[in-house]
């Protein structure tokens, strides 16, 4: 990509031109020129594109930056990875230096975790996210702490598809504690898979987003793929199985340790959860927040504390839950 530059007098308006030749535009834009329209909105200048040819034209300040954003964007998309409103925007605050260097999105060379059938290649976004993969290849047991929305679950299932399709493991298993978020919803019909489906829907959902729903379900009928409150794990032990516990905020310290000791021989186990969002009644402290002092230690154990940079669902989740976290407020108001 070349660039020319002109400056006029002092408080002019700066203009360059960005050579792309050979970019698909359309990836490049987003639906409707939404990228465009996000980047003029943010530096207040104009982004006109003719032919192979764009024209940056604003403040002298902010040209720069959205020539460098569209840069990073077009190594992206050459590279065959699609730009969403997450990737603009982190990219966007990085060169607005909100956030340092080492918390960019992930490199277009970043390894790929996970693509099936017509499913988009999966990669990782953030270095958080990086060092969560990383420690998962590299430990038997990897705990994944962080607010809404850091892909904590996601990447929990990505990871434990590919060890299932790698034949690393012979099968999934997905616990969860049966705790209400702050509403009594009662006894549910049916039997106990009826019972638990609505607890583990988010896994269900992650699960469907990779492989289908058809295949998943497939994989359930067969057993390949378990879903299990987390009650009717004990006196169980688990073997040549990816093990993922979520929202294990909402496990005490004794449930923790049962669900910890059912490992077997080659093995993995996933747990993650948010400290700040715990459901147990009578004010019990949660087990996730208990068993890092206790394990940080521990040689195979590893933690992985994600936090707001993280973030990767809508870029106004970050900023929600950057808001609650300056005002000190848990979900539940306290």
């Known amino acids: 990509m070349t660039s020319q530059r002109s400056d006029g007098e002092s408080g002019a308006l700066v203009e360059e031109i960005l050579d792309l030749d050979g970019v698909d535009q359309l990836g490049l834009f987003g639906p409707g020129d939404a990228n465009l329209h996000f980047l003029e909105k943010k530096f207040g200048g104009t982004l006109i594109a003719r032919g192979d040819r764009m024209t940056i034209r604003g403040p002298a300040k902010g040209v720069p930056m959205v020539r460098e954003v569209l840069e990073d964007l077009v190594e992206r998309i050459r590279g065959g990875q699609m730009v969403d409103s997450v990737s603009l925007c982190y990219l966007w605050e990085i060169?607005?230096?909100?956030?340092?260097?080492?918390?960019?999105?992930?490199?277009?060379?970043?390894?790929?975790?996970?693509?099936?059938?017509?499913?988009?290649?999966?990669?990782?976004?953030?270095?958080?996210?990086?060092?969560?993969?990383?420690?998962?290849?590299?430990?038997?047991?990897?705990?994944?702490?962080?607010?809404?929305?850091?892909?904590?679950?996601?990447?929990?299932?990505?990871?434990?598809?590919?060890?299932?399709?790698?034949?690393?493991?012979?099968?999934?298993?997905?616990?969860?504690?049966a705790v209400e978020a702050g509403e009594q919803l009662g006894f549910l019909p049916g039997d106990l898979q009826e019972k638990i489906n609505p607890y583990m829907r988010p896994l269900f959902d992650a699960l469907s987003d990779i492989s289908g729903s058809a295949k998943i379900a497939r994989f359930m009928s067969s057993g390949v793929i378990e879903a299990s409150p987390l009650a009717y794990m004990?006196?169980?032990?688990?073997?040549?199985?990816?093990?993922?516990?979520?929202?294990?905020?909402?496990?005490?310290?004794?449930?923790?340790?049962m669900f910890l000791t059912r490992l077997g021989v080659q093995s993995k186990a996933v747990v993650t959860g948010d400290v700040t969002q715990v459901d147990l009644p009578d004010k019990r402290l949660s087990g996730l927040a208990l068993v890092r002092n206790i394990l940080r230690d521990t040689e195979g154990v590893a933690f992985v504390e994600l936090d707001g940079r993280d973030v990767v669902r809508h870029p106004l989740v970050r900023r929600i839950v950057e808001a609650f976290d300056a005002a000190g407020v848990a979900e539940d108001g306290k």
């Open 95 to 177: 060169r607005a230096g909100k956030w340092e260097p080492d918390s960019r999105i992930f490199q277009a060379d970043d390894p790929l975790l996970f693509a099936s059938g017509s499913r988009q290649a999966v990669r990782v976004k953030t270095k958080g996210q990086q060092a969560y993969v990383k420690a998962v290849h590299d430990h038997d047991v990897v705990f994944s702490i962080g607010p809404a929305g850091t892909g904590k679950t996601f990447l929990a299932v990505v990871m434990a598809m590919d060890y299932l399709k790698r034949q690393l493991v012979d099968r999934i298993v997905l616990v969860r504690p």
């Open 234 to 257: 004990r006196g169980r032990t688990l073997n040549n199985a990816f093990v993922i516990l979520d929202e294990a905020q909402n496990t005490t310290l004794g449930q923790m340790k």
